[in-house]
């Protein structure tokens, strides 16, 4: 069984410190993929990064960072310098690659508040 | 940029009675998703839907569910007879690679009464 653990429930930061969410998951499958996906105030769902069990290099993409480490099975995110916008909870979520179009398990959700 | 669009925003239903959350995935999309999530929790995964027939299902997916593509562009879920813990806002989603993120809709807000 799959399963996705952030530890984090809410976490509160002055604009412009960096904060590290985090993402603890268990999979038995070789082949799987990772996401984050922030949920604004306003309630969607919106994709931020993808990666396959097979590529341990982190990304950045502006203010944001992800750390892939299998060792740990741990794949954090983190937000630089962070904005009032940034304000949202962030889901971590796991799905099987053995599987096509197999179902996203998430984690529980980190409320993240940017205080002004 | 092309999105998934979910019907509608916010539907307030009486208990027992039958709903229908309507989405249109991404067009060149060929995997559909329904997830659920109760207010305050996580997102759950309903059902997955792949060349007309469910792929995949989880245990909160039971009898009184049901999903359909009736038209080729609409994907549908239908709650036969709704209980109050049906009460959740409803996600839609579409990828056109089943290993491709899967790209959510803005909700459906359902609420029983």
């Known amino acids: 069984a799959q399963k996705v653990t952030q530890a984090q429930t809410e976490i509160s930061v002055v604009e412009k410190e960096d904060v590290t969410l985090d993402c603890v998951y268990e999979?038995?499958?070789?082949?799987?993929?990772l996401f984050w996906y922030k949920q604004p105030p306003s309630g969607e769902l919106v994709f931020l990064i993808r990666r396959n069990s097979f590529d341990e290099q982190n990304e950045i993409s502006g203010r944001y960072s992800w750390n892939f480490q299998k060792s740990t099975s741990s794949f954090n995110f983190t937000i630089t310098a962070s904005q009032v916008v940034d304000s949202a909870v962030y889901f971590c979520?796991?799905?099987?690659?053995?599987?096509?179009?197999?179902?996203?398990?998430f984690g529980e959700g980190t409320q993240l508040t940017v205080n002004p | 940029e092309p999105e998934v669009t979910q019907t509608p925003s916010h539907q307030v239903t009486q208990m027992g009675q039958e709903v229908i959350l309507r989405c249109v995935p991404i067009s060149n999309h060929l995997y559909f998703y329904w997830y659920r999530q109760i207010l305050g929790q996580k997102v759950e995964f309903l059902v997955s839907f792949y060349n007309n027939e469910i792929s995949e299902k989880s245990e909160i997916f039971d009898d009184q569910f049901s999903v359909e593509r009736p038209d080729g562009s609409n994907f549908t879920l239908k709650i036969r007879s709704t209980k109050l813990e049906d009460s959740a806002m409803y996600f839609c989603a579409s990828t056109r690679d089943g290993n491709q993120p899967q790209h959510f809709g803005d909700g459906t807000r359902l609420s029983i009464l």
């Open positions: 999979t038995r499958d070789t082949t799987y993929y």
């Open positions: 979520a796991l799905s099987d690659g053995e599987t096509s179009g197999s179902r996203l398990t």
